[in-house]
């Protein structure tokens, strides 16, 4: 290995620093992988071509001839990847070389010759790339990205079942105010996440083979007699993509671009909570299992600082960046074609691999979490004043003037004793059972049914 190949020499953090978390995406999104789906989408164009009765010259492949495409695809390596690299030097075309090293394959066996022209028959190399993409997507998404995410969505829920009962001093404004659980607050991020989980996971790719303008020109040239919308659609569906029957030379890419945005939701939905649970450990709320031989500061001993949602939320907000650029630019192309979109389409690697390595260290900074409940009781356990709320409400159930007035002359803006709301309540015109269950009533018990909605929650995550 070179210098230069060294992932100390890498410009993108993703191929260098976080190159080792990026392994089960590299297949998938690399330039290998690219080429590597723009040869599946070749040979299954040439093996579909093959099938279909009215093109006489182009007959259906043999066992043995459908397992040695098969093993041309099976089998494709590095070695050939760079092949299809030096042909590209000569043809300053990406796709085209692609077309090259299958036929240049192809050539070396007598039995397969023949068929060389079909390679790519009648296509542009958008035909090719579309679907090379969208299989792509397709395939990152269901085996490695949303198990990820959904991973994040159970392991959030798991812990709103576990801190359900446990109370906690709300903050609106930052100020206190009705209390809630831990659980509750996680229940709620957990249910977002299952709302955009469902749209990831239900989007269909979509994809089209429609030719150079996306009338089928020279399909018509050539095979006239053809019903070629009929032949493209079946030739999509059975790739496991939606058909788009309009287009220009270019799949619009408005059903990426709505995925990006799903996933881009997702990601803000991450953002916010990695943001709450950073203040909670600064207000001692968590604790974090410290890790041997981690380090917090180069001059702080003490410290054991929460990276790992500090890198979600980093991380996360350049997801953001490169998905939402994605999306505002994709949808837009000049006339019938330009090439804009071939050069951003580089780039989704880029936004899924943040979302992914995010999810990563969400995962790691939860399964470090430790809830110090000492620190959460001390601090609910002395606020009397959130009390007002219910009080004023039940005095004004039963027809006691000017509640909020005062216990807003009471608590406003100061802490206030348990003595103190004591006494204001001892003075309430209130049927007695009444007063003795506002006394009774305490900030730890003020809870609604924020437990239930808690333990309630589920992890559908779109499945």
Not at 146 to 173: F, G
Not at 182 to 205: D, I, T
Not at 263 to 273: A, P, Q, W
Not at 302 to 325: C, Q, R, S, Y
Request: charged content about 25%; overall charge negative.
């Amino acid at each position: 290995m070179s210098e230069m190949d060294s992932p100390l020499m890498a410009l993108s953090p993703l191929d260098g620093r976080y190159r080792s978390k990026m392994n089960d995406l590299v297949s998938y999104f690399s330039e290998f992988g690219l080429i590597s789906y723009r040869i599946l989408v070749e040979l299954q164009w040439l093996q579909h071509l093959a099938g279909h009765p009215e093109i006489q010259e182009l007959s259906p492949f043999s066992d043995e001839q459908l397992q040695k495409l098969f093993e041309l695809r099976k089998n494709f390596d590095l070695k050939d990847a760079q092949r299809v690299k030096e042909i590209e030097l000569i043809t300053n075309h990406d796709v085209k070389a692609v077309e090259y090293f299958i036929k240049e394959k192809l050539a070396s066996d007598a039995d397969l010759k023949p068929r060389l022209e079909f390679v790519h028959f009648a296509c542009t190399s958008e035909d090719i790339n579309n679907l090379a993409y969208s299989l792509m997507v397709k395939d990152a998404l269901s085996e490695v990205l949303l198990p990820s995410m959904q991973q994040v969505s159970v392991a959030i829920r798991d812990k709103a079942w576990s801190y359900a009962e446990q109370p906690m001093l709300s903050r609106t404004h930052g100020q206190p105010a009705s209390p809630t659980t831990m659980g509750k607050e996680f229940a709620n991020v957990n249910y977002r996440l299952m709302q955009q989980l469902k749209g990831v996971s239900s989007l269909p790719m979509t994809g089209k083979f429609n030719g150079a303008v996306g009338n089928f020109n020279a399909h018509y040239a050539a095979y006239p007699e053809v019903d070629w919308p009929q032949v493209a659609s079946s030739f999509v569906t059975s790739l496991g993509l939606e058909w788009h029957p309009f287009t220009t030379q270019i799949e619009p890419h408005d059903r990426l671009a709505e995925l990006c945005h799903n996933i881009s939701r997702f990601n803000t939905v991450l953002i916010d909570f990695s943001r709450d649970i950073w203040a909670y450990v600064a207000l001692d709320y968590f604790r974090q299992k410290p890790v041997s031989g981690e380090v917090g500061s180069s001059t702080m001993p003490h410290k054991v600082n929460p990276i790992d949602f500090e890198n979600a939320e980093g991380n996360l907000g350049l997801a953001n960046a490169v998905l939402g650029h994605l999306a505002d630019k994709l949808p837009i192309s000049r006339w019938q074609r330009d090439l804009t979109d071939s050069t951003v389409l580089r780039n989704l690697g880029s936004g899924l691999g943040y979302t992914f390595l995010a999810c990563q260290s969400l995962l790691k900074g939860l399964d470090r979490l430790e809830l110090n409940s000492e620190a959460i009781d001390t601090e609910i356990n002395h606020c009397w004043e959130v009390l007002a709320e219910p009080v004023q409400t039940v005095m004004r159930r039963y027809g006691i003037e000017q509640p909020y007035e005062k216990l807003k002359a009471l608590s406003r803006g100061r802490s206030i004793t348990q003595e103190d709301l004591r006494q204001f309540i001892q003075g309430l015109d209130l049927p007695t059972s009444i007063r003795k269950q506002l006394l009774a009533l305490t900030p730890r018990r003020y809870l609604g049914n924020a437990s239930i909605q808690a333990k309630a929650t589920e992890n559908t995550s779109g499945r």
